[in-house]
């Protein structure tokens, strides 16, 4: 995408919140990656018991998905992950802003040879993206592996923004994006041999999903994953951007793309998709977005789980 004039439009005193967010994180751009990572848990520690609404669903998720751990241990989860999604507000700044040789020296990768062994069964490839923290920074990274590339994203409500996300993500971290509505143009996208990134671990209701398990729990799971792959021929290979703990970096994870999968149960297919999502996250709890109200809609009797 080349890079386009802004509207005039929005530079209305209506969107100067929003122009006050995105001068934040072009100055955060400026930052050493290490001084990043210092301030989210600084600032994690600030705003914690400030954000009551967010970080009790962060809580909530982390209560119900993890009971065997002790109350002393979910709380530091909990906190790890309110960190952890503050640092990728400064990653979506590093990303938006920062250069090619950055993102080459930040990230390293693993499991190359699984997305290598898809994309040679000439079908295209559905990348299976879960929401992680670093899923903006994820893109940058896998720009400089893979030509082409596509991402499918949800458009933002707010014009800026969507302005902003629409050319940077285009100029750093894939060759276009598909609206996630658009299943004709993901669809064409996939058969025409790209590598599709797909993020379907949200809770969009009981339209086009079904009840599938997902750390024990019933979860609405949406069945689009096996559609594509169904109407496309396309193999499922798992991904994540893991930050490393020895402050290096990343690693960009793959794992094995999902065997015999579609079948012709939905059920069994929507266990598959978070099953491995689930084996992903748990190698790095904190870092998964459990701000996300994920088990929002439950099954027909069963009670709201957020409600204080």
């Not at 096996?226 to 193999?235: D, V, Y």
């Not at 893991?242 to 994870?253: K, P, T, V, W």
């Amino acid at each position: 995408m080349k890079k386009s004039h802004i509207p005039l439009n929005l530079f209305t005193p209506k969107h100067w919140g929003t122009w006050f967010g995105i001068f934040l994180l072009r100055w955060f751009s400026f930052l050493p990656h290490s001084w990043m990572k210092k301030l989210s848990v600084i600032l994690g520690k600030a705003f914690y018991n400030l954000v009551k609404k967010r970080t009790h669903i962060i809580e909530t998720n982390i209560n119900l998905c993890f009971p065997e751990k002790t109350p002393e241990e979910k709380q530091e989860l909990s906190h790890k992950a309110f960190n952890s999604a503050i640092m990728a507000i400064f990653e979506t700044a590093l990303t938006w802003w920062g250069s090619k040789k950055q993102f080459r020296r930040l990230h390293k990768v693993k499991g190359m040879e699984h997305l290598t062994n898809a994309s040679a069964k000439g079908k295209g490839v559905i990348l299976l993206a879960p929401h992680f923290t670093t899923l903006e920074i994820s893109g940058a990274f896998l720009n400089s592996h893979i030509d082409n590339l596509k991402v499918v994203y949800k458009r933002s409500n707010n014009p800026l923004m969507e302005y902003f996300i629409q050319n940077k993500r285009e100029q750093k971290c894939c060759s276009g994006l598909i609206k996630h509505k658009s299943l004709r143009e993901l669809v064409r996208s996939v058969k025409k041999g790209n590598v599709v990134s797909f993020s379907p671990d949200q809770d969009f209701g009981v339209k086009d999903s079904i009840f599938a398990p997902f750390m024990g729990i019933m979860t609405s799971t949406l069945l689009s994953t096996q559609r594509l792959a169904k109407l496309t021929g396309a193999p499922v290979v798992p991904y994540y951007a893991a930050r490393l703990n020895d402050q290096s970096g990343y690693e960009i994870r793959f794992s094995p793309a999902l065997e015999n999968f579609p079948s012709d149960d939905d059920l069994r297919d929507a266990t598959m998709v978070n099953q491995a999502i689930e084996e992903q996250m748990l190698q790095s709890p904190e870092q998964y977005l459990w701000a996300h109200r994920r088990f929002k809609t439950r099954p027909e009797g069963e009670k709201d789980v957020y409600t204080k």
